[in-house]
């Protein structure tokens, strides 16, 4: 089973950037489907991206889609999330899941491992 770790969270001012990392460790990333998801106090946890085991499809969620840009680098093991613009609303704790499996999935429940989390706080 592969272990996951988040970083690159932090406070940023809106309109600012920042990049999350997601880094992998026991097992190659290159296995798995990524995706990253986000939980703001007081609410559920919300599906941000996702991108295939080989990186050539990825998905967001329409609250991000045009900010938000997922990658990945298999050879590093690490997955990333590089988030602009961002606002108010955006702040929350941010997870990056991975399943064994070509196709990411929208649903946490089909996520077999998960990161500690990340938090990002956007002032504005």
């Not at 932090?10 to 460790?25: K, P, T, W």
């Not at 080989?54 to 690490?78: L, P, W």
């Not at 999330?81 to 991975?98: F, G, I, R, S, V």
Request: proline fraction near 2%.
């Amino acid at each position: 089973q592969v272990q996951l770790m988040e970083s690159g969270g932090g406070l940023v001012q809106a309109g600012g950037s920042l990049r999350l990392s997601c880094a992998a460790s026991g097992s190659t990333i290159s296995a798995y489907a990524v995706g990253w998801f986000r939980q703001a106090p007081g609410k559920e946890r919300e599906f941000v991206a996702g991108i295939t085991r080989s990186g050539g499809t990825s998905s967001y969620a329409d609250s991000v889609k045009g900010r938000f840009t997922i990658s990945r680098d298999n050879a590093k093991n690490t997955v990333y999330l590089l988030m602009n613009k961002l606002k108010p609303e955006d702040t929350a704790d941010y997870h990056c899941a991975a399943r064994l499996a070509f196709v990411f999935s929208t649903d946490p429940g089909n996520f077999g491992s998960w990161g500690q989390g990340t938090q990002v706080t956007v002032s504005s």
